[in-house]
């Protein structure tokens, strides 16, 4: 059994009050979500619309889109999913030029969303460091790209933005001078000048330092000095560097690796996330590139994902992950592994069985997974209109949630005897669906005003219903 992660608030009743005092509750370990990378470089791919639906019954909660696309913004508001947006790399110059530029982006592709659709980052450009021009040796401009982070920061600041979306840029892993050992990595002597400043200003806004790694790559490269388990995240048996530290798989080695060369730039003290945005394993393409060594790769991404799992380097800081990709494209340039990263195929079936069910998600009936085809289009859909409920974003922080449900539990006044054992919605025993119940009965409670679904920003309305089996959540 689980150790206990957090606690029920005490019922307001005598009897319950002593009943649980006599009981050793042992209780659930919190849920953890998964990021997704959604390209749209095909022509047979579902809409965004359907997409959203899809994903509000998985245990994904975050995506990554490579634009700003108005069709996917609208779609992905009031769904708990938050998303991060990106400029393409061709708008970088454009936005670097001038505040103005960065605002009238801001103001025109984003603001007209938020808050119904939870933007949390800004990805300026997508490995814009290592991208060449025109397929010659010349690459962008090293300076544009942070100034137009520096832009983009500024025209949130300005509209109060700064801390619920942050400005960031992934990274391929050829930023760095040389990745093995991973505590002797470097950034590539001509870019340490820009890295200084993007490293700079990601600790001090708070931003991810993003970067995109693949294994898979290293292992087809090199497939006689690369071991497939180990690309596969799971050789146990290890890979030893200088410094004592072990590596049972090469994406911890990759993220290490970057780390190191985030030190050596003189950041060693500063507190800086880093965040795995791309990472996958193609089914198509060549010998390595098969449906088996995808699902290998994929489903342990994903147990990787959702552990509480640091690096060696720093074993107890959580790396999110944004597994690549959602769909096959079939209109993206490049090999054939190329347009083959994706989970799905165009048409909603599975190349391969990966598990993103959830246990306890605020998801829809109207679409959603079918046992053999994976996406499946069904009759009814959410609930709309006036109906509406309160839940918790799947990654909210579980201090927060501890909290919100003590206080909706005790001076909030709700009636929290549902989520106790041999209530209701005592099943699923988590948290996050504790919590949830709870929000919801104070949001109706008090009018379902905007401002009683907020809890700290963990929390967001839903217009479909989260009710399961005999739990009902109420609606005023």
């Not at 137009?148 to 990274?171: E, F």
């Not at 340490?192 to 993003?210: Q, R, S, W, Y």
């Not at 005897?417 to 929000?439: D, I, T, W």
Request: glycine share 8%; charged share 15%; proline share 5%.
């Amino acid at each position: 059994m689980a150790s206990c992660s957090y606690h029920l608030p005490l019922s307001r009743e005598p009897v319950t009050l002593l009943l649980l005092s006599l009981l050793l509750v042992v209780l659930p370990v919190s849920v953890r979500g998964v990021g997704i990378n959604y390209g749209t470089l095909g022509n047979n791919l579902p809409s965004p619309n359907k997409v959203a639906k899809l994903l509000q019954s998985t245990l994904i909660d975050k995506v990554k889109i490579y634009d700003s696309n108005p069709q996917i913004l609208q779609a992905f508001s009031n769904t708990a999913i938050d998303l991060i947006v990106s400029v393409e790399n061709s708008r970088v110059a454009n936005i670097s030029s001038d505040i103005s530029a960065a605002n009238s982006w801001l103001t025109t592709r984003i603001l007209p969303f938020v808050p119904a659709t939870s933007v949390v980052a800004i990805a300026v450009g997508n490995e814009y460091l290592t991208t060449t021009v025109d397929n010659n040796d010349d690459h962008l401009d090293a300076n544009a790209l942070f100034k137009a982070m520096q832009n983009l920061h500024s025209v949130l600041a300005s509209h109060g933005l700064d801390r619920k979306i942050k400005v960031t840029t992934p990274h391929s892993m050829a930023v760095l001078a040389s990745s093995f050992p991973p505590s002797s990595a470097t950034f590539a002597m001509n870019l340490v000048p820009v890295m200084t400043d993007i490293v700079n200003f990601l600790a001090d806004t708070g931003a991810p330092f993003m970067i995109n790694a693949y294994p898979y790559f290293a292992y087809r490269d090199n497939p006689t000095s690369v071991n497939l388990d180990y690309a596969l995240l799971g050789n146990a048996s290890g890979v030893h560097d200088p410094k004592g530290y072990v590596y049972s798989n090469m994406l911890d080695a990759q993220i290490d690796a970057v780390r190191s060369a985030i030190d050596a730039l003189g950041f060693g003290n500063r507190s800086l996330e880093i965040t795995v945005s791309e990472s996958g394993w193609p089914s198509k393409g060549d010998n390595a590139a098969t449906p088996e060594n995808a699902k290998i790769y994929n489903t342990r991404l994903i147990e990787r994902a959702q552990s509480n799992k640091g690096t060696p380097m720093k074993p107890k800081d959580r790396i999110e992950i944004f597994v690549f990709a959602l769909f096959n494209e079939n209109k993206k340039e490049g090999d054939e592994s190329e347009r083959n990263f994706g989970i799905f195929n165009g048409d909603g079936s599975k190349v391969y069985e990966v598990d993103l069910s959830c246990e306890f998600c605020s998801g829809t009936t109207s679409f959603g997974f079918s046992e053999k085809n994976g996406l499946s289009g069904g009759g009814g859909g959410g609930v709309r209109g006036p109906s509406v409920w309160c839940v918790a974003k799947p990654h909210a922080d579980d201090k927060v949630l501890q909290s919100v449900l003590d206080f909706c539990c005790g001076p909030g006044g709700v009636d929290c005897r549902e989520v106790y054992e041999g209530g209701n919605c005592f099943q699923p025993n988590k948290l996050l669906a504790h919590a949830s119940f709870a929000m919801n009965s104070y949001y109706q409670m008090h009018g379902r005003n905007y401002w009683n679904c907020d809890f700290k920003g963990s929390a967001i309305v839903t217009f479909s219903d989260p009710s399961y089996s005999s739990c009902r959540y109420p609606q005023q």
